[in-house]
T-cell receptor, first 113, second 113 residues
Framework: AQSVTQLDSHVSVSEGTPVLLRCNYS??????LFWYVQHPNKGLQLLLK??????LVKGINGFEAEFKKSETSFHLTKPSAHMSDAAEYFC???????????FGTGTRLKVLA | NAGVTQTPKFQVLKTGQSMTLQCAQD?????MSWYRQDPGMGLRLIHY???????DQGEVPNGYNVSRSTTEDFPLRLLSAAPSQTSVYFC????????????FGEGSWLTVV
């Protein structure tokens, strides 16, 4: 069965410092993995996705994530945080051959001036 | 390009009332789904559909009905609203194959009093 764990419910960083949002997954078969961002009172927007191509995936707004099969992780990073990055971030796993997307419980990112 | 459109955006219901949340997409997506978002719980799948005339239950289907008479529309019905259904509801769609991006509507804020 698929599952996804976001290891931190809240992360605070100072503007201009690196961002690390952690995600571990469990999947029986080749998973597809996604990161979505949700700004307050808005829908979810795709940041990036991994679908068995390159293990380092680059997304929008300077975010990237690395798929590490041995560690079953898909952590999201950004070299330098911006105030506009303050939002909630969701890691999502989907298993090959299914129509189901399993969401993590979310990490709320706070960016301090 | 409208994408996924949900209505209404806000609704207050009394316990026992019924209502329908509307969802329409104009991307000819096979897969459509409804999620509810509650604090600290991420997004949980209510019902989904893989094509017109085909629906299935997700993780939290009780108290909700769906139908899919056309590719474009996927309404969610609350038959007898309960306070536990107070939540934010998101409709989403994607092409059928696993690994495709899910596109979300802007959300519907529902309060049951």
């Amino acid at each position: 069965a698929q599952s996804v764990t976001q290891l931190d419910s809240h992360v605070s960083v100072s503007e201009g410092t690196p961002v690390l949002l952690r995600c571990n997954y469990s999947s029986s078969y080749s998973p597809s993995l996604f990161w979505y961002v949700q700004h307050p009172n808005k829908g979810l927007q795709l940041l990036l996705k991994y679908t068995s191509a390159a293990t380092l995936v680059k997304g929008i707004n300077g975010f990237e994530a690395e798929f590490k099969k041995s560690e079953t992780s898909f952590h999201l990073t950004k070299p330098s945080a911006h105030m506009s990055d303050a939002a909630e971030y969701f890691c999502v796993v989907s298993e090959a051959g299914t129509y189901k997307y399993i969401f993590g419980t979310g990490t709320r990112l706070k960016v301090l001036a | 390009n409208a994408g996924v459109t949900q209505t209404p955006k806000f609704q207050v219901l009394k316990t026992g009332q019924s209502m329908t949340l509307q969802c329409a997409q104009d991307m000819n997506h096979e897969y459509m789904s409804w999620y509810r978002q509650d604090p600290g719980m991420g997004l949980r799948l209510i019902h989904y559909s893989v094509g017109a005339g085909i629906t299935d239950q997700g993780e939290v289907p009780n108290g909700y009905n769906v139908s899919r008479s056309t590719t474009e529309d996927f309404p969610l019905r609350l038959l007898s609203a309960a306070p536990s259904q107070t939540s934010v509801y998101f409709c989403a769609s994607s092409y059928g194959e696993t690994g495709n991006t899910i596109y979300f509507g802007e959300g519907s804020w529902l309060t049951v009093v």
